[in-house]
């Protein structure tokens, strides 16, 4: 069914309390065949919603939101060594990864308690504490937006970088995902390199599933704003990549600068880390601020607008810039009113 002019405001993290003109929940996979079959008929343009969870509106929408809301977890396949799993579009990415961790199935415990949907984790390519959510994907089903086909997405296909994949590159907008398909392990090797995540795993009584997820939601509980609580959309930039050289001469002029080899042969700055040292934590510019115990998260004090938000991120660019040198890049995905 079309909604008209809802409001989006249980729609995104950052609680903002802009009107989509139109509205359409997706609840199977035929549903979403069907809308987009007759493509024609919908009102452009089309934005695919999941939790609102990296998404920044600016205003009103005006256009089509398609919110899926796909459920259901099925074991495929399963032997001594592994199993796979897929999960529908609108599953809560959280509840998903609590029902692997109590079925014993691991590589998904380090992902606890991001927030979001199933759907929009490939897209996105979440990671946190040493761990990417295409380490496990092994294909994502999806029904095309432009003539409502489905097509089945090999890890290979999705081309996966950090925060990053096809679905957001070049089939921005072409696909909605509907099933995401993951391979567990059943004796997990456990991911802890992550700075104190050994040092919690161990205060609970040792490295098991159960013990690494409640680690992960105790640091991430201690750094990062609960959106229930306080709108936000976690970190709001990227951790930038620079060249060797840029970094060598960085860490000559800051040596307790954090520097990271990254896949690609750069070196990954935290961005946090220079947003800290141009002292934004804690600040608050009319009803935005800057989170005072992780630097990288923009937060909604109450009330504030897209664009206040979206400006307070623009003067922590500008001044990132102008100290570092180093150019920020939004995780975030800004969605301007038309
Ligand atoms: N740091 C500061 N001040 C700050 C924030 C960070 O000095 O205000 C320093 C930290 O001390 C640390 C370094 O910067 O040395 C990195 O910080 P942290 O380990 O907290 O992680 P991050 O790089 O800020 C990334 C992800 C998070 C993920 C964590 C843990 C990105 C953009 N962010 O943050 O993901 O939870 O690592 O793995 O890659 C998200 O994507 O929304 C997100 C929260």
């Not at 979403?32 to 007759?38: P, V």
């Amino acid at each position: 069914m079309i909604l008209k002019n809802i409001s989006l405001g249980s729609y995104n993290t950052f609680g903002l309390n802009y009107i989509t003109e139109f509205f359409v929940s997706v609840k199977t996979e035929g549903e979403a065949i069907k809308i987009f079959k007759s493509a024609g008929t919908i009102r452009q343009p089309l934005l695919i919603l999941g939790g609102g969870s990296n998404m920044l509106f600016t205003g009103d929408y005006r256009g089509t939101i398609i919110h899926p809301e796909i459920k259901s977890i099925v074991i495929e396949e399963k032997n001594d060594e592994y199993v796979v799993i897929s999960a529908g579009a609108g599953e809560e990415w959280d509840e998903f990864v609590g029902w692997t961790v109590d079925n014993g199935f691991g590589g998904l415990e380090n992902l606890s308690l991001i927030p979001g949907t199933v759907g929009a984790a490939p897209v996105q390519n979440i990671g946190a504490y040493g761990v990417e959510v295409k380490d496990t994907i092994v294909k994502v089903r999806a029904v095309s937006t432009e003539n409502g086909s489905i097509r089945e997405f090999d890890k290979n296909d999705c081309i996966f970088g950090y925060r990053s994949s096809i679905f957001k590159t070049e089939m921005k907008g072409k696909y909605l995902v509907t099933r995401v398909f993951f391979k567990l392990a059943i004796s997990p090797a456990l991911n802890l390199i992550y700075g104190s995540l050994a040092d919690e795993v161990s205060k609970l009584g040792g490295a098991d599933l159960k013990n690494v997820r409640a680690a992960v939601i105790k640091i991430r509980k201690s750094k990062l704003p609960d959106p229930e609580i306080i709108g936000n959309a976690g970190s709001f930039f990227k951790n930038p990549v620079v060249d060797f050289s840029t970094a060598e001469a960085l860490r000559k002029k800051y040596p307790q600068m954090p520097c990271y080899e990254d896949p690609s042969g750069g070196i990954k700055l935290a961005a946090g880390w220079l947003i800290d040292q141009c002292g934004w934590k804690g600040k608050v510019s009319g009803s935005a601020g800057v989170h005072d115990k992780q630097a990288l998260v923009i937060v909604n004090c109450g009330g504030a607008s897209g664009t206040e938000i979206l400006n307070l991120a623009e003067e922590i660019r500008k001044s990132v810039w102008y100290r570092f040198e180093v150019e920020l890049e939004n995780e975030v995905e800004v969605i301007s009113s038309i």
